[in-house]
């Protein structure tokens, strides 16, 4: 059902092989935090297995140096704003322009609405490989479905937004999704069906909250 041309495969997998091999060099300990997706905070450990967890409001962690704080969070920021996550031009969808209408609003959100709810969704899709113990199709699924949700449903989702605030606030969703899907990627690896599921709910949890925002758009 989601198919890609080749040069979008290889970009989305060059992608999370960039995430993943960040999340590799901040785990030589017990984990790493990433700071400053919003209000949240997320922190996860991949030793001995996969795990992902939603904390509270961002802080460092008491055992945490500032110095290693504020060091973590401009490496994963500067990865996340560096040329291998921009807009590709051949086939970007961050260029295009939508009309903000009552009908494109319904339109937009109404395609995340179908990856969140819909059993053909993608969503309802992951659910099913992690429950038949399908890993390889997880983790490849996962590979690809943050070009198809994050990058595209929800971006022109976001271009409908008039308020500069919620479209700060709807960034921070979709950076959190992104994180979301590397958790279940991450889980499948080590074929991790309990730390799959918490990360399947954190995607639902944010598309959730994210497609709150359609009934608070004015329209222009």
């Known amino acids: 059902k989601y198919l890609y041309d080749k040069q979008q495969q290889v970009l989305v997998v060059m992608k999370f092989q960039s995430i993943l091999l ?18 949240r905070r997320y922190k996860a450990s991949f030793v001995g297995g996969a795990k992902i967890t939603r904390l509270g409001a961002c802080s460092a962690d008491p055992e945490e140096s500032a110095s290693s704080f504020s060091t973590r969070r401009n490496v994963i920021a500067t990865l996340l704003q560096a040329p291998l996550f921009a807009s590709v031009p051949a086939f970007a969808f961050g260029d295009e ?13 109404g395609e995340v609405r179908f990856e969140l709810v819909d059993p053909a969704g993608g969503i309802a899709h992951i659910s099913d490989a992690v ?66 599921r918490k990360a399947l709910q954190l995607v639902k949890d944010d598309v959730s909250e994210f497609l709150k925002f359609e009934d608070q758009i004015v329209l222009p």
């Open 22 to 39: 960040l999340i590799a060099l901040l785990n030589k300990t017990n984990g790493f935090t990433v700071h400053g997706l919003g209000s």
């Open 97 to 109: 322009k939508v009309e903000i209408t009552k009908e494109n609003i319904a339109k937009y959100f």
């Open 131 to 196: 429950d038949a113990n399908n890993w390889g199709e997880v983790k490849e699924f996962t590979k690809g479905y943050d070009l198809e949700l994050r990058k595209k449903k929800m971006g022109f989702a976001r271009k409908c937004m008039t308020d500069s605030k919620m479209k700060d606030d709807a960034l921070a969703l979709r950076n959190a999704v992104t994180f979301d899907l590397i958790g279940i990627n991450k889980a499948a690896r080590v074929e991790d069906m309990d730390a799959a």
